[in-house]
């Protein structure tokens, strides 16, 4: 079945470092999702691409989708404190979205 | 508060014992999903709701979960004859259908954790 691979598993930086997340889908997508959720929270949509080699940026955020709609990925600029969670994108289906496993930011003390 | 609301937060059973867990959606939302989530994992699709009908059950959920949403508003997921696999954070969330490409941006409630004994 369709799956999306999300890497890495975990990331530990120092703050100000910057950070990246990857995905990829076994199938071509429809769109992809980008959602953050806080430790003991729940996840909070961020963002959604729709075209093929869209970048779009939010403040210290940048999120690409692949020119063949296949894969995405999160970069984070001079992380901060605030930035700690899992990030998750979801590859669109039909109305399911099917979700990656998470990268989870660590901001190293 | 008008966002998606769950209750309860907590439930903690014993195996064997059935559960109920409730959701609001964010009113004028037409589309409700059910996601189960375990510890270090991203949201697992269980199931989806387009106003009162059930338009889609994840092939891996087993008989012993139903879920109903009868006037297309608040729904509940219940869980029969409950095992320890079954601990897990349930979440659920709501849409807005709309027209165009893509999927529509999910709003997810705060959950509700299920722990079984």
């Known amino acids: 079945g369709q799956q999306v691979m999300q890497i890495p598993q975990y990331q530990h930086v120092q703050e100000g470092e910057d950070f990246t997340t990857y995905c990829n889908s076994s199938?071509?997508?429809?769109?992809i999702q980008w959602y953050k959720q806080r430790p003991g929270g729940h996840p909070v949509f961020l963002i959604q691409?729709?075209?093929s080699g869209e970048v779009k940026k939010q403040k210290r955020l940048t999120f690409q989708f692949g020119e063949a709609k296949k894969n995405s990925s999160l970069h984070i600029t001079a992380t901060q404190t605030t930035d700690v969670g899992t990030y998750f994108c979801?590859?669109?289906?039909?109305?399911?979205?099917?979700w990656g496993a998470g990268t989870k930011l660590i901001i190293k003390p | 508060d008008t966002g998606v609301s769950q209750d309860p937060r907590h439930k903690i059973t014993k195996r064997g014992q059935n559960v109920t867990f409730r959701c609001d959606p964010i009113?004028?939302?037409?589309?409700l999903y059910w996601y189960r989530q375990t510890l270090g994992q991203g949201p697992e699709f269980l199931t989806y709701?387009?106003?009162?009908?059930?338009?889609?059950k994840s092939r891996l959920l087993s008989d012993r979960f139903s879920a109903e949403r009868p006037k297309g508003s608040f729904s509940t997921l219940e869980i029969q004859r409950t095992e320890q696999g079954d601990s897990a954070m349930y979440l659920c969330?709501?849409?807005?259908?709309?027209?165009?490409?893509?999927?529509?941006?999910?709003?997810f409630g705060p959950g509700t954790r299920l722990t079984v004994l």
């Open positions: 969330a709501s849409s807005l259908e709309t027209s165009g490409v893509g999927t529509d941006t999910q709003y």
């Open positions: 009113s004028e939302h037409n589309r």
């Open positions: 709701f387009q106003n009162e009908a059930q338009l889609e």
């Open positions: 199938t071509t997508l429809s769109n």
């Open positions: 691409l729709v075209k």
């Open positions: 979801a590859g669109g289906g039909n109305y399911q979205l099917i």
